[in-house]
């Protein structure tokens, strides 16, 4: 079992930045990637980026450029520095484990509010 916590969500005006941050507890070893999902209202959840173990990046294109994944050295945590938000940024972002087990770990999501 993984859990995962996400803080660092929160109203911003555009253009402005903000930083996601997701702690990983419990089974960290079988994680082999992490990343951020969004899921704005009315609209599919959609990947954000995601980053493996080896540090291999894949970014969706709208926020390619703004955006960058990172996870910490213990593997156990993942970071989303978000530049330049727009308002269509605006969604609550979830943090994604995927395990070497083929299993998937969401964590209870943030809001993050971009004003125009």
């Known amino acids: 079992q993984v859990h995962l916590v996400e803080s660092g969500g929160g109203l911003v005006q555009a253009g402005g930045s903000l930083r996601l941050f997701c702690l990983a507890t419990?089974?960290?070893?079988?994680?082999?990637?992490m990343g951020w999902y969004r899921q704005a209202p009315g609209k599919q959840r959609e990947l954000v980026a995601h980053?493996?173990?080896?540090?291999?990046?894949n970014y969706n294109l709208e926020v390619k450029g703004r955006f960058f994944v990172s996870r910490g050295a213990a593997g156990n945590t993942v970071s989303l520095q978000m530049n330049s938000l727009k308002p269509e940024d605006t969604a609550i972002y979830y943090c994604?484990?995927?395990?070497?087990?083929?299993?998937?770990?969401w964590g209870q999501g943030t809001q993050v509010t971009v004003s125009s």
């Open positions: 994604k484990g995927f395990t070497k087990e083929f299993s998937d770990y």
């Open positions: 419990g089974n960290i070893d079988s994680i082999s990637v």
């Open positions: 980053i493996t173990t080896a540090g291999t990046t």
